[in-house]
């Protein structure tokens, strides 16, 4: 069984300051990993995945995160913050072996922009 | 393309009604499924169908009744509408599974 971890619920930045989303998994197989962002009111959106390959995976809008399979981790950065990051993020897995990807989602993160 | 559509956007249900929740894509991708979203629990799957006629139940299946007669639509039933399915309800396609698109949700409140 699969299942994901995100450190904080809410989570407050400056703009133009760091960005940093945690996210911590458990599989009993190396996962693929994904990074969506929910504006309010809309519907999900894919920021960035890793599925294989190199491990510091770079997303739109500046967002980057990086796979760490000894600390089972997929940290979500973010060198500068917007106005515009204001969203919930959330990190979700899948199992390689299953053909159809089915994602299991972590809680999510709200995060707050103030000037 | 329209992507995913969902309808409606909202809906005010009371307890005992039902009522189907309306999912259609028009990138022709074979893997469909709903979740619904609750606050600090993320996103649940409720079903999927991985093709026309193929649905399989999620990690919470019960209350939701789905079928799956064309690629393009994938609606959700709700047969006694209940309190605890107040809920926001997200319906996503995709074409091998993981890069799933979402459609913009429906706002369900069961009173």
């Known amino acids: 069984a699969q299942s994901v971890t995100q450190l904080g619920s809410h989570v407050s930045v400056s703009e133009g300051a760091l960005v940093l989303l945690r996210c911590n998994y458990s599989?009993?197989?190396?996962?693929?990993l994904f990074w969506y962002v929910q504006y309010p009111n809309q519907g999900l959106q894919l920021l960035l995945k890793y599925t294989t390959g190199a491990t510091l995976v770079k997303g739109i809008n500046g967002f980057e995160a990086e796979f760490k399979k000894s600390e089972t981790s997929f940290h979500l950065t973010k060198p500068s913050a917007h106005m515009s990051d204001a969203a919930e993020y959330f990190c979700a897995v899948t199992d390689p072996t299953d053909s159809w990807g089915k994602l299991q989602f972590g809680a999510g993160t709200q995060v707050v922009v103030t000037p | 393309n329209a992507g995913v559509t969902q309808t409606p956007k909202f809906q005010v249900l009371k307890t005992g009604q039902s009522m189907t929740l309306q999912c259609a894509q028009d990138m022709n991708h074979e893997y469909m499924s709903w979740y619904r979203q609750d606050p600090g629990m993320g996103l649940r799957l409720i079903h999927y169908s991985v093709g026309a006629g193929i649905t399989d139940q999620g990690e919470v299946p019960n209350g939701y009744n789905v079928s799956r007669s064309t690629t393009e639509d994938f609606p959700l039933r709700l047969l006694s509408a209940a309190p605890s399915q107040t809920s926001v309800y997200f319906c996503a396609s995709s074409y091998q599974g993981y890069e799933q698109y979402f459609g913009p949700g429906t706002r369900l409140t069961v009173t």
């Open positions: 599989s009993s197989v190396p996962p693929y």
